[in-house]
């Protein structure tokens, strides 16, 4: 939140409401005390629940995709896509390797699942103007995808 200017708006959305609760009390409480000027709301509620108005700078999403069955994903990128101004950025992370492995030691289903979802990823990569970088300090490694709203 370092990047946060006066006049800026932050909205927060989040399922878990213990989780929620901790984030305000230790978090998003205090900075507002520091930076009056700054707007910070937290939403617990599902994303299409969240009563979010109006259009997006950027959103960042850190659902784990590869763990939710592809219907449920693509309507996420659905809506968060809805919610992005012309030119607005979605930034999501992957774990390294995790799709990898579940295309070799998964089931059968699991398998062809991870096929898809790998054609859905590279699909929505490359309409959406799609970048990464590798974050080999994080532990286990990342890539961070950027989606671009055209």
Same mark, same amino acid.
Request: proline share 4%; with cysteine.
């Given at each position: ?9 932050f909205?927060?959305?989040e399922l878990?409401?213990d989780?929620s609760e ?7 409480q205090?900075?507002r ?6 707007e =910070? +709301? ?9 009563k @979010? ?8 999403? $850190? %659902? ?13 990128f =659905? +809506? ?6 012309r030119?607005?950025? @979605? ?8 799709? $990898? %492995? ?8 699991i398998?062809?699942?991870?096929k ?17 970088q ?9 890539r ?7």
């Amino acid at each position: 939140m370092t990047k946060l200017q006066d006049g800026d708006v932050f909205h927060i959305v989040e399922l878990s409401k213990d989780f929620s609760e901790a984030v305000e009390s230790t978090l998003l409480q205090p900075f507002r005390e520091k930076h009056k000027k700054i707007e =910070v +709301v937290l939403h617990n509620a599902p994303i299409e629940d969240a009563k @979010l108005e109006g259009k997006f700078d950027t959103i960042v999403c $850190g %659902l784990p995709f590869n763990n939710f069955p592809l219907e449920l994903v693509e309507h996420l990128f =659905v +809506v968060m896509f809805g919610f992005l101004k012309r030119g607005g950025e @979605l930034a999501y992370f992957e774990y390294l390797g995790m799709r $990898g %492995l579940k295309r070799i030691f998964g089931f059968p289903r699991i398998r062809k699942e991870t096929k898809q979802r790998t054609r859905n990823i590279d699909n929505r990569f490359q309409h959406q103007n799609g970048t990464q970088q590798t974050v080999w300090r994080n532990i286990p490694s990342c890539r961070v995808v950027r989606l671009r709203q055209c």
